[in-house]
């Protein structure tokens, strides 16, 4: 053996590792030349390089503007106060991250965004610029689930963490999955078995309905699961279905038609400001009150832009409200935290980017590493975990949060405790109550690497 070969050897049985925190890397030295090895594991995505500086980076590609422009930076407050907590162990945070200490495994936390505007390619290549800028270890934003099937399928050829934030189609876990995609929220089969019962209950069998489809894969899965469900067990029957186009303003010829078909129910599955201008209209119309509408998959916000006197009533299934508060303690510190720094309680799309980010983190700290294959890994052991609202856990199967959906009815004014007192928790759904089989919509996870 070379004393070359010799001093290598040697210098190996030595090497000084710094662990995950240094993006997983072993440095040592021999001969004034110092070395870098990777633990045997192959480069992939951003790995090592994005976790070698004293700053990790996440991104998030978010709608600022248009149609879903209100919900998406409501979103983006949420992640905004996540990475601050990370970076100050705010005690909120370190109770669904405990080993979170200024930071994530030695690392400062930044966060980096871009307005997607809800287009699926604005988003990839916002997505790609903070790669080549930042090298992101992390990248979310969705608001729209068009994005978040795009930025699903993006991340993972990239081998880049994915979590969507809002994503309401059953396929962003279902045919669209991925082995780098996580998702915490809920979205329309969910929603559509836990608001499915009480609409039975509420109104009984053998009702009209008309659905309102944004036409996009949350519009369709989310209307099918809806339909499917109340048709099976209740005898419901969709006599129209008028599918519009994301960002459409003026819906009188779907009005139109809707009147026309004899419906009791209107089933308003568009999201953010169509929603709002949908059913502004359908007001207008004569539409509401005569008939009854619902709201399968609640937005942000809708009380407060459509108005009180449309919202009074309405069914909705939710992810989170602010007056749970009341039941669940971790939900109250967020709420005060929030309303503390941006002056508003959070809607449910903050409260989503705040707890998905926080998730993220109790992730790498508890795998002790950036490394993607081991973050993944970790998240895949499916172990109970802290939300604002009780334990939840992340199915190895096809990387869905199994939590818990809210059902929510319109107050009237004269019932608002605050200006910001617009619904009532009517219900509480477990989520394996309401959640399909892992395979029910064709998930095949992709390989790690």
């Not at 999955?177 to 608001?195: D, H, K, P, T, W």
């Not at 279905?241 to 009005?255: C, H």
Request: aromatic letters at 12%; charged letters at 20%; one cysteine or more.
């Amino acid at each position: 053996m070379s004393d070359f070969q010799s001093s290598k050897r040697m210098a190996r049985r030595s090497v000084l590792q710094l662990g995950a925190g240094a993006g997983a890397m072993m440095v040592t030295s021999f001969g004034g030349i110092r070395i870098a090895f990777a633990q045997d594991k192959p480069a992939m995505g951003t790995w090592p390089a994005g976790s070698q500086g004293d700053t990790v980076y996440l991104a998030a590609a978010v709608p600022l503007t248009g149609t879903y422009a209100v919900q998406g930076a409501d979103e983006l407050k949420g992640w905004e106060l996540a990475v601050e907590h990370m970076n100050t162990d705010h005690p909120l945070m370190k109770k669904i991250a405990p080993k979170v200490s200024k930071g994530v495994l030695g690392k400062k936390v930044a966060l980096v965004s871009a307005d997607s505007a809800a287009k699926p390619n604005q988003a990839v290549q916002a997505i790609q610029t903070f790669i080549n800028q930042n090298k992101i270890i992390l990248a979310t934003g969705s608001t729209s689930s068009a994005v978040a099937v795009a930025l699903n399928k993006f991340c993972d050829r990239e081998k880049l963490m994915y979590m969507p934030g809002i994503s309401g189609s059953n396929d962003t876990t279902g045919k669209d999955c991925v082995r780098y995609g996580f998702r915490q929220g809920y979205y329309g089969e969910m929603a559509a078995n836990s608001i499915g019962p009480i609409l039975l209950k509420t109104f009984g069998r053998d009702r009209k309905m008309a659905f309102m489809t944004p036409d996009y894969t949350y519009g369709h899965t989310t209307t099918e699961s809806t339909e499917r469900f109340l048709r099976d067990k209740g005898g419901w029957k969709t006599v129209t279905n008028q599918v519009s186009p994301l960002g459409t303003q003026d819906f009188s010829q779907y009005l139109t038609n809707i009147a026309n078909s004899g419906a009791e129910f209107l089933m308003n599955v568009n999201w953010g400001r169509d929603a709002i201008l949908s059913s502004q209209q359908a007001k207008q119309f004569g539409l509401l009150p005569k008939m009854t509408l619902v709201l399968p998959y609640q937005i942000p916000f809708f009380a407060k832009e459509a108005g009180v006197d449309i919202s009074e009533g309405v069914f909705a299934a939710t992810e989170f409200w602010w007056e749970l508060e009341d039941k669940y303690p971790l939900a109250k510190e967020f709420v005060e935290a929030f309303h503390k720094k941006y002056g508003y309680r959070p809607e449910w799309g903050a409260e989503n980017a705040y707890v998905s980010f926080a998730h993220w983190a109790r992730m790498v700290t508890e795998a002790g590493s950036f490394y993607p294959p081991d973050v993944i890994k970790q998240w895949e052991k499916g172990e109970k975990i802290p939300s604002l609202f009780g334990d939840v856990y992340y199915r190895p199967e096809d990387h869905q949060c199994v939590r818990p959906v809210f059902v929510v009815r319109g107050k009237a004014k004269k019932d608002m405790k605050n200006p910001e007192d617009y619904w009532e928790v009517v219900d509480q759904v477990k989520g394996e109550d309401v959640i399909q089989p892992p395979d029910a919509f064709g998930c095949k996870l992709g390989s790690y690497t």
